[in-house]
């Protein structure tokens, strides 16, 4: 059959559980990957982060179901992702950094999230080897946590197969069709497929999906790498972030998975444009550094290995949600900024109302605050 209710464009982070969603709506649903598997382009290179603190109420209102969905996934259909809630830590150090999270408290709590400034001593005792060198507090938010992207992505994937939605792997989409203003379907180097409704959830690829319609779109690939260490006894299940900017990097993060090994991260400053995934002999060093830093007890644990993924970044930090304008059928929900795992199962859901006209109240808060027509130069500061 090569006509369907929607047509799905990426089997990644964004695009699985959105054609979860959609299998769950009742829609006839294709997705098509020009890879050999679920989950082969970044959603592998993600560390597994998932949080809904947020300073954006529509992140923070986003995020809050994708938690719910991970944290329950395997009461509800057995499979064991590796859901761990280890909350996560904002260490604090100066009083920049103390000022912007306490202004972003009342927001966060007024959407309902567990979370709360503390002194250096419940710090401490969260992340046990901590600099304790002018740290002067921070917060904490429990409820936060993490699962395998590997096992994660795979789950989503036999769900959405059990409900009936086509995986179309190795296919490359080289364009979308449109007629009179409206797209129709897409074609790959095998064959048409045609949809009254298109998602575009390709990420980096995103831009050269859009182009093909003769649309443009505000996203743009941009490389992060990250590494893990050889197991050791857990310590700190949280998600550590240093938000202190440092030579080549604007933060630093780690958390400790359930197998013991540490996970870390940082962003790089200035940013590194471009689709380059190879690893980098800076990387590295810099990122220990900063490491070390933090936690000096890490200094002789031995890495495994670094891997380099790419972001599909907006200028102001937000994803792009929502209809398009000058194509009708269209959808994008793409430019998740690094942070796809974590919106994914939320954003899926929002986009599956969107596409059977279904919206919540929600819904249209989350859409109007990543609507791919809003202004662009209002960026979420501090946590990204």
């Known amino acids: 059959m090569k006509n369907y209710d929607a047509i799905v464009v990426g089997a990644g982070s964004i695009g699985v559980p959105t054609a979860l969603a959609l299998g769950a709506a009742g829609l006839r649903t294709l997705v098509l990957d020009m890879r050999p598997s679920p989950g082969q382009g970044d959603n592998k290179h993600a560390i597994g982060g998932i949080r809904a603190t947020h300073s954006a109420p529509a992140k923070i209102v986003a995020c809050e179901r994708s938690l719910q969905i991970f944290s329950t996934w395997q009461e509800t259909y057995g499979d064991d992702i590796e859901w761990q809630k280890g909350g996560y ?11 912007v999270l306490k202004g972003y408290l009342p927001v966060q709590q007024q959407y309902g999230l567990n979370i709360a400034w503390v002194g250096p001593e419940e710090i401490a005792a969260a992340v046990p080897g901590i600099n304790r060198i002018d740290l002067r507090g921070g917060t904490i938010a429990p409820d936060d946590g993490s699962a395998s992207p590997l096992l994660a992505i795979n789950a989503f994937y036999r769900r959405a197969c059990a409900l009936g939605v086509v995986f179309r792997f190795k296919e490359k989409v080289s364009r979308l ?17 045609r949809a009254p409704v298109v998602i575009d959830a390709a990420g980096a690829f995103s831009g050269e999906l859009a182009r093909s319609t003769g649309c443009a779109i505000p996203v743009m ?9 050889e197991p050791v006894a857990m310590f700190c299940p949280a998600m550590v972030v240093d938000l202190r900017p440092a030579p080549g990097s604007k933060n630093y993060y780690f958390y400790q998975n359930r197998h013991g090994q540490i996970v870390f991260c940082i962003t790089p400053d200035p940013p590194i444009l471009g689709t380059d995934t190879r690893s980098t002999s800076v990387f590295l060093p810099q990122c220990c550094s900063r490491m070390i830093d933090l936690m000096p007890r890490l200094k002789n644990i031995r890495v495994r290995r670094v891997w380099r993924g790419t972001y599909p970044m907006t200028s102001d930090g937000s994803p792009l949600v929502g209809a398009n304008r000058e194509i009708g059928g269209l959808i994008h929900a793409t430019g998740m900024c690094g942070q796809g795992f974590m919106l994914g199962p939320g954003i899926g859901e929002v986009v599956a109302r969107l596409a059977t006209g279904s919206i919540t109240s929600d819904d249209q808060m989350i859409l109007a605050a990543f609507s791919p027509y809003r202004d662009l130069t209002c960026q979420e500061e501090a946590l990204k």
């Open 89 to 99: 830590i904002f260490p604090v150090y100066r009083e920049t950094e103390e000022t």
């Open 177 to 193: 069709m449109v007629e009179a203003d409206r797209v129709v379907g897409a074609v790959t180097d095998q064959g048409e497929y």
């Open 221 to 229: 690939p941009e490389s992060h790498e990250a590494g893990i260490t």
